[in-house]
């Protein structure tokens, strides 16, 4: 069936670097994409979203990447602090969204 | 100050007992989902409602029930027909339907 996943479940990351955060879908039709953060005991964040017209986007500290031809979402977090440590998730959305199982980011201070 | 709020935080339940988690939003959205998220697992959807007096069943309906009587108001009773109710359940708002969904704190239900 149509899925979301993540390349990485755990990252480790030294503060200060960049961390890139993968996530592979397979319905060529989703045309809505957003990545989210989730710190422990608490409800997911809306960090970034994209949609398909567009190859990328950039906000603060983060920019996702999308590659259609792969089917392939990212998630770039540049110079990654001690408060970037959560799970990361993607979603996408066509005539429903479907939520990837996560990407946990530990950064090393 | 807008947003979207869940309580109680924490809810225990007993054998054979309904209990009612509480979902409000202040952001005008016409739609509101709830989750279960269990631990190492991807979100799970329950309930969607698109509309106020309107919803449809998720992937996991099954033991739960919601109401939409209020636009901001979606709440969702776990009943006891819901044999393994322990998890951290998600609720969620969105404009319309499809576009970018807003989460809640979560309610983490543990069962006595």
């Known amino acids: 069936g149509e899925n979301v996943g993540l390349h990485l479940p755990t990252l480790s990351v030294q503060e200060g670097d960049n961390s890139i955060i993968n996530c592979a879908y397979s319905n060529s039709a989703s045309d809505y994409f957003i990545w989210y953060k989730q710190e422990s005991g608490k409800g997911p964040q809306f960090i970034i979203d994209i949609r398909s017209n567009m190859d990328k986007r950039q906000g603060q500290r983060v920019t996702v990447l999308l590659n259609k031809t792969v089917k392939h979402l990212s998630l770039q977090i540049a110079a990654t602090q001690p408060g970037d440590s959560a799970v990361y998730f993607c979603a996408e959305t066509y005539d429903k969204v479907i939520f990837g199982p996560g990407t946990s980011l530990s950064v090393i201070p | 100050d807008g947003g979207i709020t869940q309580s109680p935080k924490y809810l225990f339940r007993k054998e054979g007992q309904n209990v009612t988690l509480s979902c409000e939003q202040n952001l005008n959205h016409d739609a509101m989902y709830w989750y279960r998220q269990d631990p190492g697992q991807g979100l799970r959807l329950i309930y969607y409602?698109?509309?106020?007096?309107?919803?449809q069943k998720g992937d996991i309906a099954e033991g739960y029930s919601v109401s939409r009587e209020k636009k901001e108001s979606f709440p969702l009773t776990v009943t006891s027909a819901q044999k393994n109710p322990t998890a951290f359940y998600l609720c969620?708002?969105?404009?319309?339907?499809?576009?970018?969904?807003?989460f809640g704190p979560g309610t983490r239900l543990l069962v006595l």
């Open positions: 409602s698109q509309i106020v007096n309107d919803f």
């Open positions: 969620a708002s969105s404009m319309t339907s499809g576009g970018a969904q807003y």
